[in-house]
């Protein structure tokens, strides 16, 4: 592993963990361990390698999530709406779920650091675009309304599994969300 990727790997790790706001690069500095200097031939600011992090972050999900849509038949576009929100549940599970860190970008660092933005739009946009991808080979007729609405779902699942994951029923919400695709293929 490089120099690079350890300081980028540490820092997703403490942001993820603790917040934007209270990690400070001295803190990355050490538990990286590197020196100083080698930091900032990386990263000349703060705001320079948060939207790394992001980056990176958003290229790991979309490789995880785009890996559970291949699972599924490739004609079956219900069952790649569901792997989505089956990533999602099995993620709220996983050991170092702590939120959406595109989601603790916008509410906590967005304003001081703009560029941190970018990679939570790239993030939402591509998800947007598999979600209406599925939905329209399923002849769903408004399907950014609806690809935008399931998003919003997810994101609130997020918070509700940051409040408590068990409280987060994947069946019942599957179950509505079925049902609501369902509806939209019966309006003519």
């Not at 540490?10 to 603790?18: P, Q, S």
């Not at 650091?113 to 939570?120: E, F, G, I, K, W």
Request: glycine share 4%; hydrophobic share 40%; net charge neutral.
């Amino acid at each position: 592993m490089s120099k690079k990727e350890k300081i980028l790997n540490t820092a997703l790790n403490l942001f993820n963990t603790y917040s934007y706001n209270s990690v400070g690069i001295d803190r990355i500095i050490s538990e990286s361990g590197v020196a100083k200097m080698t930091f900032y031939k990386y990263f000349p600011s703060k705001a320079k390698l948060i939207e790394e992090c992001l980056v990176t972050r958003n290229n790991h999900i979309q490789q995880s999530l785009g890996a559970a849509i291949a699972t599924c038949n490739p004609q079956n576009y219900l069952s790649q709406i569901k792997a989505i929100f089956l990533w999602y549940g099995a993620w709220f599970h996983t050991t170092d779920f702590n939120g959406c860190m595109f989601q603790k970008a916008v509410e906590e660092i967005s304003k001081v650091y703009p560029s941190s933005l970018q990679p939570a739009i790239d993030y939402k946009e591509w998800l947007k675009t598999q979600l209406c991808n599925s939905l329209m080979h399923l002849g769903v007729k408004q399907v950014e309304q609806l690809a935008i609405f399931l998003s919003s779902i997810l994101d609130g699942m997020t918070i509700q599994a940051q409040i408590d994951p068990n409280q987060v029923c994947l069946e019942s919400y599957w179950k509505r969300v079925e049902t609501l695709i369902q509806l939209e293929l019966a309006i003519i």
